[in-house]
Every structure is written in structure tokens, then in C-alpha cells.
């Protein structure tokens, strides 16, 4: 392995899927959004229900999915992504559940329910087509951090510069790897990009 295969396995596996919406929620408990401003015990219990649910939980049945020799981990068919996608979907709606449970402002639930949505997407575009589940990762926590800026009338050039840039550099590691093409790329970026932008501007 050389670097640059190096450097674009890193950055795909720390800008995993499952990870994108841990990363968010850090982001937005931490931003300068008026909702940042939670006490720590509640920011603790929030970030644990979300990294349970949308992290922990479906990277356990992917090991448990691993074990069945007709399914195959590296996903490389689209419609091997399926399965995974449906648990992923369902251990979600079990966060965007339970967040419902403790006192928090709306916009967590609102930015979890649209990222079920994009799952949703994903996994009806993987039965017939493959599509960058990591571009539609990074494309909705982009369009959510876009969308918030514009409704709470925040400037947040920086960080969506460095999101952005974050952005480019996943994208080509998928490449250099050889796990899409360009088409999908984009699509999957697009896919996580409108849904997260238009349901949190609207909701």
C-alpha cells in the first residue's frame, strides 16, 4: 500500500458513513448555534443515544452480517448494501425515538429524521445502482450546516469551508481507491446534500 492509498483509507474511514452523524451532533453541540448552549450532562446523554443508535448498533450487525458467507463485507455490488442500510435505518429511527424521550431542542430530532431519510434513499438507489453512501455522509452534514446558517441568519463560511474541503479530499480518496466513479460521487453527495438542506431550511 502507498501513501496516497494511505492517506484516502484514513479519511474513509474516519469520514465513515456511520460516522458522519456523530460528527454532526459534535458539531452542532459545539457550534455557535443558539442550541449549543445545553448543560454537559445533557449534551453527554444526547451524544450517547446518537452513537449508540446511528454508530455502535450497526456496526455490530455488520460483524454479525460477516458471518454469513453469502453476504459480503466489502459491499462491493450495490444490493450488497441493502440489508445493512434497512438495520442502519431502523437502529436510527431508535435514536431519532429515544431523543424524544429527553428534553432537547427540536432541531437534533429534525437533523436525525432527515438523515432516516437519506438512508431511506440510499438504500432504494442501492437495489438497482451504487451510490457513495460516504459522499451522501459529508453532502448532508454540509447541507445541514448550510441550511441552519441561512434560517438562523449565522455566519458559518469557516466552518463550511472546512467541511467543503473535507468534502473534495473523501471524494477523491473513493476514487483512488476505485470504490466509485465519478457519477456517483456526485450522486451520493446531491442525495445527502438536498434532503438534509430542505428538510431542516423547512422544518
Request: charged letters at 10%; zero cysteines.
Given at each position: 500500500?502507498?501513501?496516497?492509498?494511505?492517506?484516502?483509507?484514513?479519511?474513509?474511514i474516519?469520514f465513515?458513513?456511520?460516522?458522519?452523524?456523530?460528527?454532526?451532533?459534535?458539531?452542532?453541540?459545539?457550534?455557535g448555534?443558539?442550541f449549543?448552549?445545553m448543560?454537559?450532562?445533557?449534551?453527554?446523554?444526547?451524544?450517547?443515544?446518537?452513537?449508540?443508535?446511528?454508530?455502535?448498533?450497526?456496526?455490530?450487525?455488520?460483524?454479525?452480517l460477516?458471518?454469513?458467507?453469502?453476504?459480503?463485507?466489502s459491499?462491493?455490488?450495490?444490493?450488497?448494501r441493502?440489508?445493512?442500510?434497512?438495520f442502519?435505518?431502523?437502529?436510527y429511527?431508535?435514536?431519532?425515538?429515544?431523543?424524544g424521550?429527553?428534553?432537547?431542542?427540536?432541531?437534533?430530532?429534525?437533523?436525525?429524521?432527515?438523515?432516516?431519510?437519506?438512508i431511506?434513499?440510499?438504500?432504494?438507489?442501492?437495489m438497482k445502482?451504487?451510490?457513495?453512501?460516504?459522499?451522501?455522509?459529508?453532502?448532508?452534514?454540509?447541507?445541514?450546516?448550510?441550511?441552519?446558517?441561512?434560517?438562523?441568519?449565522?455566519?458559518?463560511?469557516?466552518?463550511?469551508?472546512?467541511?467543503?474541503?473535507?468534502?473534495g479530499?473523501l471524494?477523491s480518496?473513493?476514487?483512488?481507491?476505485?470504490?466509485?466513479?465519478?457519477?456517483?460521487?456526485?450522486?451520493?453527495?446531491?442525495?445527502?446534500f438536498?434532503?438534509?438542506?430542505?428538510?431542516?431550511?423547512?422544518?
Amino acid at each position: 500500500m502507498n501513501f496516497k492509498h494511505f492517506i484516502a483509507r484514513f479519511f474513509s474511514i474516519v469520514f465513515h458513513p456511520l460516522l458522519i452523524p456523530s460528527l454532526g451532533f459534535l458539531l452542532l453541540m459545539n457550534s455557535g448555534f443558539y442550541f449549543s448552549m445545553m448543560n454537559p450532562t445533557a449534551k453527554k446523554v444526547l451524544f450517547l443515544i446518537v452513537f449508540l443508535s446511528t454508530f455502535l448498533l450497526p456496526l455490530l450487525s455488520l460483524g454479525l452480517l460477516s458471518f454469513n458467507k453469502r453476504f459480503d463485507s466489502s459491499m462491493e455490488k450495490s444490493t450488497d448494501r441493502v440489508i445493512p442500510l434497512l438495520f442502519t435505518a431502523v437502529y436510527y429511527y431508535l435514536g431519532y425515538f429515544y431523543l424524544g424521550k429527553i428534553q432537547i431542542y427540536p432541531i437534533y430530532r429534525i437533523f436525525l429524521l432527515s438523515t432516516i431519510l437519506i438512508i431511506i434513499l440510499l438504500l432504494l438507489i442501492s437495489m438497482k445502482w451504487k451510490i457513495s453512501n460516504h459522499m451522501a455522509g459529508i453532502g448532508g452534514l454540509i447541507g445541514a450546516v448550510l441550511a441552519l446558517s441561512f434560517r438562523l441568519g449565522i455566519n458559518s463560511s469557516a466552518l463550511l469551508g472546512a467541511l467543503i474541503i473535507v468534502a473534495g479530499l473523501l471524494g477523491s480518496s473513493r476514487l483512488l481507491l476505485q470504490k466509485h466513479n465519478p457519477l456517483q460521487i456526485y450522486a451520493g453527495f446531491f442525495a445527502g446534500f438536498t434532503i438534509n438542506y430542505l428538510v431542516i431550511i423547512y422544518l
